[in-house]
């Protein structure tokens, strides 16, 4: 929720379909779904709708609430969050859910994540999928047993910042979608955390704002601005893609200008009156790029989120095609 309450009772428009529906019910995940009434700023929960077909839930649709529509106001898409514990210099501590709220890293002495208690129970060919999955989103093997002849269970302590990325798509994908998963909230651990934001042109796009670990924040950082430049409309002048922690790029894509072309009416001539028009036509660039704005439509927001889902989606449909091959 970005703004205001959801609760029991509201009705909300689907952006995909335009359709109303009412909520028949909101809550949370601890890891179960609790149900809680009602959902206020900063909460990520659950919704339930009317809806009758399976065919009306759209992968990464967006909800809005009727009252927001009428008021203009538009839902935003952002990364998923979870908090963050920051020990300052000063002594002071102070709990975000936020990622703009991060104070600048000279003032931080500390930051501490939270973890939890994952139970994963699998078929035996897919555990080394998964012991590198679990590897790789930092956690820490807890416990590896065989529950019988064809099923193992594997126990890890994960930060919940790698939970709440993705990290059920991927093992579903790896495990073609035999894999169960179930946590539990554990304690909080320090960790290595940066902030990283984007850049349009040397403006800031609040909404992309991450935290992530320090050891994945290239990666993280290469493959917003990759997705950005996809996304984004050319313009009439050069665009500058930033990935940007402490207040050093480390990843950058360019979105190159369109170009007019100025010599098409020019049917032979004078050369030097062709290279005339061409001069024009870059200093012409060079000013709208200094006053010029990059306006970043919500669709942006919500296609970097669908291809994210996209690509979990095929890599779990791949999987699950081999699975047949391989048992046929």
Known sequence: ???????????????????????????VFHPEPVPTGSLHTGQVGYIITGMKTTREARIGDTFCRTRDE???????????????????ENGTVETISNPSQMPPSHEVASILEPTVIATIITPQEYVGGLLTL????????????????ARALLKYRIPLPEIVTGFYDELKS??????????????????????????VNGEPVDAMTTLV???????????????????????????????????????????????KDVLAKCYGGDVSRKRKLLEKQKEGKKRMKRVGNVEIPQEAFVGIRRIDRMTSLISYVCALCLSYVHAS
């Open 213 to 259: 670990h320090r050891s994945k924040s290239l990666r993280a950082g290469k493959d917003a601005v990759s997705r950005f430049r996809d996304i984004l409309s050319r313009q009439l002048f050069q665009i500058a893609i930033q990935a940007v922690v402490d207040n050093r790029v480390i990843a950058r894509e360019t979105l190159s200008a369109m170009r």
């Open 134 to 149: 679990c590897s790789a989103r930092r956690g820490e093997q807890l416990e590896y047993t065989f529950i019988d002849d």
């Open 174 to 199: 790896k495990s073609s979608g035999y894999a169960s998963l179930d946590y539990e909230e554990d304690k909080w651990v320090a960790a290595d955390v940066v902030q990283l934001s984007i850049r």
């Open 70 to 88: 009428a008021s203009g106001e538009r839902a935003q898409v952002t990364p998923p969050t979870v908090p963050y514990e920051v020990h300052h």
């Open 1 to 27: 929720v970005i703004n205001g309450v959801l609760q029991k009772g509201d009705q909300v428009i689907s952006k995909a379909s335009g359709k109303m529906y009412d909520v028949l019910q909101v809550g």
